[in-house]
């Protein structure tokens, strides 16, 4: 019977948040960036894996009401992280079209850029060998992209050409681009 309980929570929370995600989609995400279906957003596993915490967490705090405090606070701080997890998945976002891209961020008004306003770039070595992309921009703000992020790399490799076309730029003539090496914008050196 509590298997068959836990199926029923389970399928009530995905379904729950499967509903979530369209109505939030419909209703913040209308911009003709968005509507492009070209995106670079965290991966999947960010929203999974917070879902799971999210049950997981639920299930915790109903056992610890029965007087268990450890299980009603540990179950607490899991269901805290598994929001986490699934807030940051919702909310970050860089969503782009042909001359523009739109950065989607948690508590900031969404901004859109054009490609040309793309300064230069830093790259950070992560343990485990992946790659961070620091996009500086034009305001001072600066966008980090991981390079396991879903649509890193056509994401990058379109901006690269809109830039080279925004600024007046021959794509032949930028001897920094090195997609390979994880270079598509002149370093602040050589800016």
Request: proline share 2%; aromatic share 14%; hydrophobic share 45%.
């Amino acid at each position: 019977m509590s298997i068959m309980a836990m199926v029923i929570i389970a399928a009530l929370t995905f379904g729950v948040c499967f509903l979530f995600d369209k109505g939030f989609t419909r209703l913040f995400r209308g911009k003709t960036q968005h509507r492009t279906g070209l995106s670079v957003r965290a991966s999947k596993h960010y929203a999974s894996i917070g879902l799971v915490l999210c049950v997981l967490g639920i299930a915790a705090v109903f056992v610890g009401l029965s007087g268990n405090m450890a299980l009603l606070i540990g179950g607490l701080l899991i269901l805290v992280m598994g929001v986490g997890l699934i807030t940051y998945y919702m909310t970050f976002g860089i969503f782009y079209d042909e001359d523009t891209f739109l950065l989607a961020t948690f508590g900031k008004k969404s901004v859109t850029y054009r490609f040309g306003d793309i300064r230069f770039q830093q790259l950070y070595l992560i343990q485990g060998g992946s790659t961070l992309v620091e996009l500086h921009l034009s305001d001072g703000r600066a966008v980090s992209i991981h390079t396991r992020m879903d649509g890193a790399y056509p994401f990058l490799n379109h901006a690269f050409s809109a830039w080279c076309r925004q600024t007046g730029r021959n794509p032949e003539d930028c001897s920094f681009h090195d997609p390979a090496g994880h270079l598509w914008f002149p370093s602040e050196e050589e800016v």
